[in-house]
Each structure stands twice: as structure tokens, then as C-alpha cells.
T-cell receptor
């Protein structure tokens, strides 16, 4: 059973470009979480989604960030007009029976 | 969710037991204690969780005090690969809630040869 998959693993963008991060949950999991880890800081919750629904987006920045989890395909975290402060590791997790299983993360670098 | 307090860092000799404490004095009756770890920039890894009874699995043991105000994660025979940041997280068990994890600063465990 493959674990949570994220791609790309590394992403470089210039200021003002868009970043799209993808997450495929573990087979049979329909809940996805996104977390962000800024350099030298802890993980911060961003958003919790079920298929076609955003359940909790209390951790999402008010502008430029959006997330979706369509009926088919991976969950997408989209960052528009990236700035240097968006440089971070973005982790996705899916859950089963109260446990969250994390992917390897996408490391976003904004030049 | 209740707040947790952990030591910033700990050291342990390879092969010895590592005992990582966590205080959660404001924990409420429906909240579980979860432990995760993050090995050098990898994704966090689930270790164990419990409500009030002690728990053991292939990775670790979790000892929760009778009043549930603190707990200890025990790695019985630490190896160099156990060097990581260990997070103690208290989370509600209520179904239908956000179920998000609130990570603190954790304990940086260094296992020395």
C-alpha cells in the first residue's frame, strides 16, 4: 500500500509566479490535510479537506492561497503570485482511524 | 485542544532507553495524547497514541499518568536513527471535528554512539 505521495519534491519559482503542489492520499483515505513548515520553525496547519469539500481552512493565509480536493485526482495546494516568504516545506497528510500519515513534502523555493 | 509542554532537547546513549516527558495539565476527558516525530526535514511520522491506558507498539511505549496530566514516550532501545524532533500533541477525539494536529516545538532527541 503506497504511502502519501507528493509532487514535485522540489519546486523553484520566481516572485510573482504560481506554485501548484500535489498530494495523493493513501489508498482508501478521503481526508487530506496540508501543513507548512517555514525554515527553522514548527509545522503549522493550513487546511483540511474531504473529497470536494473544504472542512477547515482556518490556517490558510487570506490571500493568494487556495486548496482543492476534487472527486477524481490529487489534492492541489495553489499559491498565486508567490513571494519569498512562501519559501517553505509543504506537507500533506491523509488520515485513518485518528492517525495522520504524512507525505515526504514539497520544498518550495522562491527566488 | 490542550497545550503541551516538552523539554527543548534531550540526549540519549545508543542502546539505552529514551524517556521523553510531556506535560498536558489542561487535558480534558475526551482528548487523546498523540506522539509524532520528524526526522531531519522528512514528513512527520506517527508513533503512538493513547487515552488513559498505557500503550505499546512496535516502535514505542506510552505511559500516561493516572490523572492524565502528563505522559512519557519510551523508546526502549534507542538507535542513531531515532535522532529526531518528537512532538507530543493532545487532540480531541470528537468525531466530525477538524482533527488537525497542532504542533508545538517538540523535543529534539539526539542519540549518541
Amino acid at each position: 500500500n503506497a504511502g502519501v505521495m507528493q509532487n514535485p519534491r522540489h519546486l523553484v519559482r520566481r516572485r510573482g509566479q504560481e506554485a501548484r503542489l500535489r498530494c495523493s492520499p493513501m489508498k482508501g483515505h478521503s481526508h487530506v490535510y496540508w501543513y507548512r513548515q517555514l525554515p527553522e520553525e514548527g509545522l503549522k496547519f493550513m487546511v483540511y479537506l474531504q473529497k470536494e469539500n473544504i472542512i477547515d481552512e482556518s490556517g490558510m493565509p487570506k490571500e493568494r492561497f487556495s486548496a482543492e480536493f476534487p472527486k477524481e485526482g490529487p489534492s492541489i495546494l495553489r499559491i498565486q503570485q508567490v513571494v519569498r516568504g512562501d519559501s517553505a516545506a509543504y506537507f500533506c497528510a491523509s488520515s485513518s482511524q485518528g492517525r495522520q500519515f504524512f507525505g515526504p513534502g514539497t520544498r518550495l523555493t522562491v527566488l | 485542544d490542550a497545550k503541551t509542554t516538552q523539554p527543548t532537547s534531550m540526549d540519549c546513549a545508543e542502546g539505552r532507553a529514551a524517556n521523553l516527558p510531556c506535560n498536558h495539565s489542561t487535558i480534558s476527558g475526551n482528548e487523546y495524547v498523540y506522539w509524532y516525530r520528524q526526522i531531519h526535514s522528512q514528513g512527520p511520522q506517527y508513533i503512538i497514541h493513547g487515552l488513559k491506558n498505557n500503550e505499546t507498539n512496535e516502535m514505542a511505549s506510552l505511559i500516561i499518568t493516572e490523572d492524565r496530566k502528563s505522559s512519557t514516550l519510551i523508546l526502549p532501545h534507542a538507535t542513531l536513527r531515532d535522532t529526531a524532533v518528537y512532538y507530543c500533541i493532545v487532540r480531541s477525539s470528537i468525531q466530525g471535528g477538524s482533527e488537525k494536529l497542532v504542533f508545538g516545538k517538540g523535543t529534539k532527541l539526539t542519540v549518541n554512539p
